[in-house]
């Protein structure tokens, strides 16, 4: 499969891996032409430099000053994909652990899914691979999962392909090896879905060279977990189970086999069983009786959540100060320089008298709102040819 199917580049990001970054680069060019391969040389000490002055093929290649760590190598690489062009990029490591045979496999697949994130998977288990790298994987996976509510088997691996849609309004912050976890943590934020593609793994003590540092790089990416995590749990996980909730409510709403009258009583039902001044036991009663009388479940629950925190200070004010009008005496709620078991009595029954007005007349306004509503679309509804 062409790459250019995808309109897509190869990143390699490279630093003091003389060792191996001749073979990787020759491999991958079997593949992809040269006016699809970016290489970032990342400040290297050793003959590096050399290698890519004397490529037979003319490549892009990004030079940072000095060691700037592989983070920000592959914020440049992707940049000058961006700008290039691109609308796809597969990243590689040049340290001779990844197969560049095994890019069809990542180019296929993105074909057939576009806009996904393609992850290449390698298989840890195997003999040869160091124990180290295994646990940091695992512990990667479960922080992983615990941010995005997904799923995967790999989430370290440098051999990737980004869709760069989504990249270029995501500003990144980190700059070392734990931007390859911020930056897929913070794609799933954006709803991009994930895709594991088994690839190949090689680790050859002989040539391959690592620059994770274990101690100050795992120190790194443990205070992003946390930083995303806390980020996770204060807004992403509420924003998306509010977000599903709504689509379900929509679904219950646009419900061909359920009339509108149904829908609009549940509606209705729903807000009355959030007034009605029985707090505490507003869903235990209302559930029992919109099972009964055969109403929108979802629509119910949804509508009797005007109740929430915010809006309750709202309704017991409206509710005091229309039991006012059937009650008289003094319009201020619990006076307190007049704070008897009397005046607490009559404030009492101003609310509760309130509250059961104002449940009934949301009840029917809400009811006949909704329901003018759902016959208006309904009549507006364009047929599908």
């Known amino acids: 499969m062409s790459i250019a199917k995808i309109n897509g580049c190869v990143i390699v990001p490279t630093y003091n891996n003389d060792k191996t970054l001749a073979r990787i680069l020759a491999e991958i060019l079997s593949f992809v032409p040269p006016k699809s391969l970016i290489v970032i040389n990342d400040g290297s000490t050793d003959n590096t430099p050399k290698i890519l002055s004397e490529l037979p093929f003319e490549v892009t290649i990004v030079s940072n000053e000095k060691n700037s760590g592989k983070g920000f190598s592959i914020k440049r690489g992707i940049q000058a994909a961006i700008n290039l062009g691109f609308e796809n990029a597969i990243t590689i490591d040049s340290d001779g652990q990844h197969f560049p045979s095994d890019l069809p ?18 298989n840890l288990e195997q003999p040869g691979v160091p124990q180290k790298s295994s646990f940091g994987n695992k512990f990667s996976n479960f922080w992983f999962k615990a941010e995005t509510a997904i799923t995967l088997p790999d989430t370290q691996t440098g051999f990737r392909l980004y869709p760069l849609e989504p990249l270029k309004k995501l500003k990144l912050f980190t700059n070392k090896f734990e931007l390859e976890i911020e930056i897929i943590v913070r794609l799933a934020w954006r709803n991009c879905r994930f895709i594991p593609i088994n690839v190949q793994v090689k680790y050859d003590p ?22 995303l995590f806390t980020i996770a ?48 036991f507003q869903l235990i009663v209302g559930i029992p009786l919109a099972v009964f009388f055969r109403m929108n479940k979802v629509l119910f629950f949804a509508a009797a959540n005007i109740s929430i925190p915010p809006m309750i200070p709202l309704i017991i004010y409206a509710s005091y100060k229309l039991g006012h009008v059937f009650i008289g005496g003094s319009s201020e709620i619990f006076n307190m320089h007049e704070l008897t078991l009397e005046s607490i009595s009559i404030d009492a029954e101003k609310y509760f008298l309130g509250a059961t007005i104002l449940a ?20 507006n509804k364009k047929p599908v040819s």
């Open 105 to 122: 496999k990542l180019i296929n697949a993105a074909i057939n899914n576009p806009g996904d994130v393609l992850m290449g998977t390698r």
């Open 233 to 280: 749990c204060l807004w992403i996980h509420p924003r998306n189970l509010i977000l599903k909730f709504l689509q379900l409510v929509k679904n219950e709403t646009v419900k061909p086999n359920e009339s509108n009258l149904t829908k609009s009583l549940s509606l209705g039902f729903g807000v009355f069983m959030g007034i009605v001044p029985i707090w505490g």
């Open 206 to 227: 002989e040539e391959r060279v690592s620059h994770f540092r274990p101690g100050r790089d795992f120190f790194r990416i443990s205070v992003l977990n946390s930083i």
């Open 360 to 379: 009934i007349l949301s009840f029917v306004i809400v009811t006949l709102l909704s329901f003018s509503a759902l016959q208006f679309l309904k009549k």
